[in-house]
């Protein structure tokens, strides 16, 4: 029979490697070096439109991985306190790659604008 110290350690261990497993929430994520670089040859209004290509495309992968997460920490939660089978539900669909990814595309073409002296939003270079 296991004794109450190895059962403890054993749930513990289990506890762990199941949030291990979790979605990161997407303000946790970092994003990845990206280098402004490939934006040399665009013209500003170029850099706006791709700014505002990224910007839709971080939003939609943005959202995803706070769903992700979210629902990984319900499972989590239902996983601990009633059923422990639903924490194999975790596993799942995390799109940190991504939007690392995706969030350092966006800096690296804010970086570009700035370098370029464009307006971050075309609408009040029409303005001014």
Known sequence: MLSQTTLKRTS???ALAMIAGCSTP?????A??????QYV???CD????EMNRVQRQLVQ????QQKHADNDAVAMGVGLVLFWPALFFLAGADQKEELARIKGEYEGVQQA???QDCEAD???RRAG
């Open 12 to 14: 513990a261990l289990l």
């Open 26 to 30: 997407p303000d946790k994520i970092s």
């Open 32 to 37: 990845s070096y990206v280098s402004p670089m």
């Open 41 to 43: 040859d665009y013209s």
């Open 46 to 49: 170029q850099i706006t439109h």
């Open 61 to 64: 992968v943005t959202g995803a």
């Open 113 to 115: 604008a700035s370098e």
């Open 122 to 124: 075309p609408r009040a």
